[in-house]
């Protein structure tokens, strides 16, 4: 059974970091392309970033810069690096498995709140 | 970026009720948009992928189609338990895209 299990969410002041970090299991997590999708409170889904094999990473226009993610396959673990945050990064930030061979979000985690506030 | 479009924002639909609702994307990506619903204080869930084939474990009454452009998602005799947002999500190019989502409420 696939499992992603995201941690590392909490009340942080802006311009304050904080990592991500999400806990993979029931597949052979190098083999997949993973993201992290986020969704602010009450409104739809944003897509962030996506990790695939061969350290290949993409980003949201609106996070360029100021969230890195990456992964240890040694580990089955997934991670978010978010810097300089800003307001509107307060979100459920969603750990995502995308299909292997089109890309799409085949396996979401539960989510972990991130709020930015003084 | 393809910004995909989805109709209405909000529907109230009494249960055994069919629904139909839509999802229109800024330019051709063939096949290759995805439903997920998501129920409140939920992650969202797979229904339907490549615009119309179906998922494992996922109730027959939902159904999807299209091509290009223009998608639909049809809820064949409505349960209450099918209450929930119901996303789009194009995997055709980068930046990964996701509709504004439908709300569906149970008269």
């Known amino acids: 059974e696939v499992q992603l299990v995201e941690s590392g969410g909490g009340l942080i002041q802006p311009g304050g970091s904080l990592r991500l970090s999400c806990a993979a299991s029931?597949?052979?997590?190098?083999?997949?392309?993973m993201s992290w999708v986020r969704q602010s409170p009450g409104k739809g889904l944003e897509w962030v970033s996506l990790?695939?094999?061969?350290?290949?990473?993409y980003y949201a226009d609106s996070v360029k810069g100021r969230l890195t993610i990456s992964r240890d396959n040694s580990k089955n673990t997934l991670y978010l690096q978010m810097n300089s945050l800003r307001a509107e990064d307060t979100a459920v930030y969603y750990c995502?498995?995308?299909?292997?061979?089109?890309?799409?979000?085949?396996?979401w985690g539960q989510g972990t709140l991130v709020t930015v506030s003084s | 970026e393809i910004v995909l479009t989805q109709s209405p924002d909000f529907q109230s639909v009494t249960p055994k009720e069919k629904v139909t609702f839509t999802c229109r994307a800024s330019q051709s990506i063939g096949t290759s948009l995805h439903w997920y619903q998501q129920k409140p204080d939920q992650s969202p869930k797979l229904l339907i992928k490549?615009?119309?084939q179906s998922i494992s474990g996922v109730p027959s009454r939902f159904s999807g189609s299209g091509s290009g452009t223009d998608f639909t998602l049809t809820i064949n005799s409505l349960e209450a338990e099918d209450a929930a947002t119901y996303y789009c999500?194009?995997?055709?190019?980068?930046?990964?895209?996701f509709g504004g989502g439908t709300k569906v409420e149970i008269k």
């Open positions: 995502a498995r995308l299909d292997i061979s089109s890309w799409y979000v085949d396996y």
């Open positions: 990790s695939a094999s061969g350290n290949i990473t």
């Open positions: 999500h194009q995997s055709s190019s980068l930046p990964l895209t």
């Open positions: 029931g597949f052979t997590f190098s083999s997949y392309a």
């Open positions: 490549f615009a119309s």
